[in-house]
């Protein structure tokens, strides 16, 4: 199994930026994926999750209307739009896998998670 996460980068606050994660080694359109973000100090938390067929969300409330979770599982990819980043979305950000086809709102939900990559908002 292999998650891989790309496009963090530094923006500034405002700006947007899309993250997507390949994942490989499993039936990717028959699970329900997830992002995280973890900042310093603090616990990873559930930023979003998506079913397997990407028709049911979630968001945590610190991105309701901010971030968008989608997924394309003909390209084994799942994606996090991020619109007027804030300061505090700074983080490494992380996607993972449940073994269930239902989406997931807490870690416990998760079954494996792939490396991250760190977005930083300066102001």
């Known amino acids: 199994v292999q998650l891989q996460a790309f496009g963090g980068g530094l923006v500034q606050a405002g700006d947007s930026l899309r993250l997507s994660c390949v994942g490989s080694?499993?039936?990717?359109?028959?699970?329900?994926m997830g992002w995280f973000r973890q900042a310093p100090g603090k616990e990873r938390d559930v930023v979003a999750g998506?079913?397997?067929?990407?028709?049911?969300?979630y968001y945590a409330d610190s991105v309701k209307g901010r971030f968008t979770i989608s997924r394309d599982n003909a390209k084994n990819t799942v994606y996090l739009q991020m619109n007027n980043l804030k300061l505090e979305d700074t983080a490494v950000y992380y996607c993972?896998?449940?073994?269930?086809?239902?989406?997931?709102?807490?870690?416990?939900?998760?079954?494996?998670w792939g490396q991250g990559t760190l977005v930083t908002v300066s102001s």
């Open positions: 993972a896998v449940r073994w269930k086809s239902g989406l997931g709102r807490d870690r416990a939900a998760y079954d494996y």
């Open positions: 080694g499993f039936m990717f359109g028959s699970v329900g």
């Open positions: 998506i079913n397997w067929k990407g028709d049911s969300t």
